[in-house]
Nanobody, 115 residues
């Protein structure tokens, strides 16, 4: 069973930075794409960014140029560097990993951006 453990959330002032990490473990198979999603209160979960096993990245328009996704495949770890944070970035951030065509999710980490 694949398990994802996230860390790095917290409270930050607008304009600040945070770095999220997510490590996948428990699978004998390689991890394919990894990504970050977020869900704000009263809203649907949305894609923030993802990165394929080959390193191709994609970002939501709302975060492009401010957030950077990267991964260490040897460690099955994905990172999300978030700069120039805005109050509208406040949400629970979830990590997702694709392993043998199945999606696995982390428990979520809260990011709160204050004015």
């Amino acid at each position: 069973q694949v398990q994802l453990v996230e860390s790095g959330g917290g409270l930050v002032q607008a304009g600040g930075s945070l770095r999220l990490s997510c490590t996948a473990s428990g699978s004998p198979f390689s991890v394919n794409a990894m990504g970050w999603y977020r869900q704000a209160p009263g809203k649907q979960r949305e894609l923030v960014a993802y990165i394929t096993k080959g390193g191709t990245t994609n970002y939501a328009d709302s975060v492009r140029g401010r957030f950077t996704i990267s991964r260490d495949s040897a460690k099955n770890t994905v990172y999300l560097q978030m700069n120039s944070l805005k109050p509208e970035d406040t949400a629970v951030y979830y990590c997702k990993a694709v392993v043998t065509f199945r999606d696995y999710w982390g428990q979520g980490t809260q990011v709160t951006v204050s004015l």
